[in-house]
């Protein structure tokens, strides 16, 4: 009897062992300097564009000029933190909630990772978990990276927050960078950068393609950073047509490819003809193609890809802020803190221009952005009206960061109800 | 622009639901021989990372590649198949623990990933995705056309399976074979049927048609292969195979349900409708739920068709 169960359930642990152990490599790798040497494509197109308007706008805060620590504040009191190990190389580690390859997101700051490695060579070896879901349950992720050595963590998703509060509590000397939230620690920074500004910028685009001025939005959550952008991006469209709708569908996904798909294919059913999609995955861009309506990605260029229907996209560069922050531990200089990077210095950028943007539409679009890279945020002075037609922010007036980083209306323009939470 | 919304509402259902009856195809005639197979998400991902990587690598026509694509997708699938046939029917470990492993160590982060990094596939959209093929001039038929006759050829293949499972089930002495040896296969033993070769056949046969659902969200939904973008339909396959009892026809009926609950719920959204999303994503798996508890009588279990031996490994000697 006692033969036979061993029989039984031996295999059974060996193979949960062996798909455990399998997970384990599949997901968490150390990168060495040489993995380093992919190049940045969407960073180097992006270049090139942002290096068009400084010639375009010589007066304003040139795009992409300004040092990342303009847009930095220490927390009140903020005393720097030493992460920094005492012998042997840093150890900084990035946790993800989707895959590194995701075409949006997470690849994004896998590229910040990286840059860091690319920077510091043998002077950091760096540290990633990919496809770890949100909640508390990432605190476990946390406690491993933390026995392993790590004294760097870099949270980047949303729902990771509370556990890196717990976390930076728990580990007073290990420097938490969080990407993106809003809560605070001596040894926990959070940073984002102004999307708002690209996602103006991109519903210019989708204004000037959308012949009809509907135009739709598919958007994961309706939480303050997604709900500024769909603000933003509507502000933009009406910018150029200020007739348009932007009718928004919320997917209650960050990253779910055949539902973004469906999503996107039932707005061009409701009679949309131009589409944005504030999704990890570029789905929405195939629903966009089999239909030929002009389309705008998000934190991805797409251009190559989806040369018959792309018109731009928000992209952030997550090493314009990884990258000094790692070189203030290594000097023992860290202070956590708020970062909001920008156009000035180089965090967002715009993907390049797709053949649908008409060339006078591009002119408009890069001298608006040299005047949001001077004053970012700039797009929400007043008068801001919310959907209901109450005032939100008075003629003249310009939001403040608070009024921003809370958003929590939709502006008149977007059709669709704020999902109850 | 056809917006009419009863048509836009099928022809979603359909598209969508095609790789979800494929996989809980697979996973009804597995477990009608008497084996539970929690593996099928891994199997899907695996089908995907595979097909993708396949039309890739093919040179030819774009039939072609494509044909050739979802063969391969099928074959590495059905390969996982037998490694879980290897496992639950050779070795005799419990089947959930095998299949959940399997769905790990194949699955979002584990081998498929592994494979799209180290072939390179993942972000590159394929040159010949699986594309809507007209039938005839079918296609321009008022409401049906669209509906039904501007599909990819996947979808057409599901029907065809359709009718073949479904005589094949009810109407063959094999079939019969297959039911007896998952309801008692001491009994379809004692009458001369050999059980481990059906038990094999059919997991394996699981694993391939697996495989066609990953192959399709990679090759036909978005022809790119993202890690882990089958996203639960695995997991919602298995759900479908109670929820139709475990026969062929009322899982496609299922299947298509399951599509056409989440596209109405974009739809209506989309045209700025408003209801409350959340509760029609739920009401699938809400009907899944009540199946089960109507199963869990006796009498229902009798006729509903539930394998007897579902999940029981078969040992000669334990008669």
């Given at each position: 009897m006692n033969k036979r169960l061993t029989r039984k359930w031996l295999p059974a642990v060996a193979v949960l062992?062996?798909?455990?152990?399998?997970?384990?490599?599949?997901?968490?790798?150390?990168?060495?300097?040489?993995?380093?040497?992919?190049?940045?494509?969407?960073?180097?197109?992006?270049?090139?564009?942002?290096?068009?308007?400084?010639?375009?706008?010589?007066?304003?805060?040139?795009?992409?000029?300004?040092?990342?620590?303009?847009?930095?504040?220490?927390?009140?009191?903020?005393?720097?933190?030493?992460?920094?190990?005492?012998?042997?190389?840093l150890k900084a580690a990035w946790i993800y909630v989707g895959p590194i390859n995701d075409g949006g997101w997470t690849q994004a700051h896998h590229e910040g990772l990286k840059a860091v490695q690319a920077k510091f060579g043998d002077q950091v070896v760096t540290t990633y978990k990919e496809n770890i879901p949100e909640?508390?349950?990432?605190?476990?992720?946390?406690?491993?990276?933390?026995?392993?050595?790590?004294?760097?963590?870099?949270?980047?998703?949303?729902?990771?927050?509370?556990?890196?509060?717990?976390?930076?509590?728990?580990?007073?000397?290990?420097?938490?960078?969080?990407?993106?939230?809003?809560?605070?620690?001596?040894?926990?920074?959070?940073?984002?950068?102004?999307?708002?500004?690209?996602?103006?910028?991109?519903?210019?685009?989708?204004?000037?393609?959308?012949?009809?001025?509907?135009?739709?939005?598919?958007?994961?959550?309706?939480?303050?950073?997604?709900?500024?952008?769909v603000n933003a991006f509507t502000l933009g469209v009406r910018n150029i047509n200020p007739a348009a709708t932007v009718q928004v569908v919320w997917t209650g996904t960050w990253f779910d490819p055949a539902k973004e798909r469906q999503a996107a294919e039932s707005l061009?059913?409701?009679?949309?003809?131009?589409?944005?999609?504030?999704?990890?995955?570029?789905?929405?861009?195939?629903?966009?193609?089999?239909?030929?309506?002009?389309?705008?990605?998000?934190?991805?260029?797409?251009?190559?890809?989806?040369?018959?229907?792309?018109?731009?996209?928000?992209?952030?560069?997550?090493?314009?802020?990884?990258?000094?922050?790692?070189?203030?531990?290594?000097?023992?200089?860290?202070?956590?803190?708020?970062?909001?990077?920008?156009?000035?210095d180089g965090f967002v950028k715009m993907a390049t221009f797709g053949k649908l943007v008409s060339a006078d539409t591009q002119a408009k679009i890069l001298a608006k952005q040299a005047e949001l890279a001077a004053n970012s945020g700039s797009q929400f002075t007043g008068p801001i009206k919310a959907q209901d037609g109450t005032e939100k922010i008075a003629a003249g007036a310009s939001a403040s960061y608070g009024d921003l980083m809370g958003m929590n209306y939709l502006v008149e323009g977007v059709l669709g109800d704020l999902p109850k939470s | 622009m056809n917006s009419n919304l009863f048509m836009v509402i099928a022809a979603s259902a359909i598209f969508y639901g095609t790789p979800l009856f494929f996989a809980a195809l697979g996973e009804l005639l597995t477990e009608r021989s008497g084996v539970l197979n929690l593996g099928v998400e891994g199997m899907m991902l695996i089908g995907g990372v595979t097909g993708a990587w396949a039309s890739q690598h093919i040179g030819g026509t774009s039939w072609f590649v494509v044909l050739m694509s979802i063969l391969i997708g099928t074959s590495a699938a059905a390969l996982v198949g037998?490694?879980?046939?290897?496992?639950?029917?050779?070795?005799?470990?419990?089947?959930?623990?095998?299949?959940?492993?399997?769905?790990?160590?194949?699955?979002?982060?584990?081998?498929?990933?592994?494979?799209?990094?180290?072939?390179?596939?993942?972000?590159r959209p394929a040159t010949h995705p699986?594309?809507?093929?007209?039938?005839?001039?079918?296609?321009?038929?008022?409401?049906?056309?669209?509906?039904?006759?501007?599909?990819?050829?996947?979808?057409?293949?599901?029907?065809?399976?359709?009718?073949?499972?479904s005589i094949y089930l009810f109407r063959t002495r094999v079939g019969l074979q297959l039911r007896a040896v998952g309801e008692s296969p001491q009994t379809a033993d004692a009458m001369g049927i050999n059980v481990v070769k059906y038990r094999y056949i059919?997991?394996?046969?699981?694993?391939?048609?697996?495989?066609?659902?990953?192959?399709?969200?990679?090759?036909?939904?978005?022809?790119?292969?993202?890690?882990?973008?089958?996203?639960?339909?695995?997991?919602?396959?298995?759900?479908?195979?109670?929820?139709?009892?475990?026969?062929?026809d009322l899982t496609l009926a299922g299947a298509y349900l399951f599509g056409a609950l989440q596209s109405l719920s974009l739809t209506l959204k989309a045209r700025n409708m408003h209801i409350n999303g959340d509760l029609l994503d739920?009401?699938?798996?809400?009907?899944?739920?009540?199946?089960?508890?109507?199963?869990?009588?006796?009498?229902?279990?009798?006729?509903?068709?539930?394998?007897?031996?579902?999940?029981?490994?078969?040992e000669r000697e334990e008669r």
């Open positions: 062992g062996l798909g455990v152990s399998l997970v384990a490599c599949g997901s968490s790798k150390s990168d060495t300097a040489s993995d380093a040497s992919t190049t940045d494509t969407a960073a180097a197109t992006a270049d090139t564009m942002a290096s068009t308007t400084d010639t375009a706008a010589p007066d304003a805060t040139a795009v992409g000029s300004t040092s990342w620590d303009t847009n930095f504040t220490p927390w009140k009191d903020g005393k720097p933190v030493n992460c920094k190990p005492a012998t042997g190389p909640g508390p349950q990432v605190l476990t992720t946390i406690d491993q990276l933390v026995k392993d050595g790590n004294t760097v963590i870099f949270g980047t998703s949303f729902g990771f927050q509370d556990a890196f509060v717990t976390a930076a509590g728990k580990y007073p000397n290990v420097c938490f960078e969080f990407e993106t939230g809003f809560k605070s620690a001596a040894n926990l920074s959070q940073a984002y950068g102004a999307g708002e500004d690209g996602d103006y910028l991109a519903g210019m685009a989708a204004g000037a393609a959308s012949k009809t001025g509907k135009v739709g939005y598919l958007a994961p959550f309706a939480i303050p950073e997604v709900i500024r952008g061009i059913s409701a009679g949309v003809d131009a589409i944005s999609s504030a999704q990890d995955s570029p789905a929405a861009g195939e629903a966009a193609k089999a239909k030929s309506i002009p389309w705008v990605g998000y934190d991805s260029d797409q251009n190559a890809n989806f040369p018959e229907v792309w018109l731009t996209a928000t992209t952030y560069h997550w090493g314009v802020y990884e990258v000094p922050r790692i070189q203030q531990v290594l000097d023992g200089t860290w202070v956590a803190g708020d970062y909001y990077g920008g156009l000035d | 037998l490694l879980h046939a290897f496992l639950a029917i050779t070795l005799r470990v419990n089947q959930t623990v095998a299949g959940l492993a399997i769905t790990i160590f194949a699955g979002g982060l584990g081998l498929s990933s592994y494979f799209a990094s180290v072939w390179n596939v993942a972000q699986i594309r809507f093929l007209d039938v005839g001039g079918l296609a321009d038929t008022p409401i049906l056309g669209p509906i039904f006759f501007h599909q990819n050829i996947l979808t057409y293949f599901s029907w065809i399976a359709v009718v073949v499972a059919h997991t394996v046969i699981g694993g391939a048609l697996a495989g066609v659902g990953g192959v399709y969200y990679s090759l036909a939904i978005i022809p790119t292969w993202v890690d882990g973008m089958t996203k639960g339909a695995g997991w919602i396959a298995i759900a479908l195979v109670i929820f139709g009892f475990w026969r062929p739920a009401l699938p798996f809400i009907m899944t739920i009540v199946v089960l508890v109507l199963l869990s009588g006796g009498w229902a279990k009798k006729r509903l068709g539930a394998p007897a031996s579902l999940g029981v490994p078969y």
